[in-house]
Nanobody, 129 residues
Framework: QVQLVESGGGLVQPGGSLRLSCAAS????????IGWFRQAPGKEREGISC????????YYADSVKGRFTISRDNAKNTVYLQMNSLKPEDTAVYYC??????????????????????WGQGTQVTVSS
């Protein structure tokens, strides 16, 4: 059974850090392009970081560039999102997704167009004092 399960969300103060995990089962995550997306209350889902399994190219949305880092641990079949310098506007449900590997559309397009073949159920991140 193909599954993505996010974890690591929670309540954090502004300026704090969290690391989200996305564990895959039923398929080898290292062959897939992966991405992190988020959806804040009353807003549309947005892609914040996507990375290619083939080219190594990585895209970050301007809203998170310099603060968030996407990475993968193939041995654990898990991807991570390290989030630093968190702001209240980062409050959202965070989702990971995996896409069949492709050079086109690019990973930027994957993020902007919310492309994914498999999606997790999401984990809540709340940034508040």
């Amino acid at each position: 059974q193909v599954q993505l399960v996010e974890s690591g969300g929670g309540l954090v103060q502004p300026g704090g850090s969290l690391r989200l995990s996305c564990a895959a089962s039923g398929f080898n995550l290292d062959y897939y392009d992966i991405g992190w997306f988020r959806q804040a209350p009353g807003k549309e889902r947005e892609g914040i970081s996507c990375t290619s399994s083939r080219s190594g190219n990585t895209y970050y949305a301007d809203s998170v560039k310099g603060r968030f880092t996407i990475s993968r641990d193939n041995a654990k079949n898990t991807v991570y999102l390290q989030m630093n310098s968190l702001k209240p506007e980062d409050t959202a449900v965070y989702y990971c997704a995996a896409r069949f590997p492709a050079l086109v559309p690019t990973v930027q397009s994957m993020c902007i167009n919310l492309m994914g073949n498999y999606w997790g159920q999401g984990t809540q991140v709340t940034v508040s004092s």
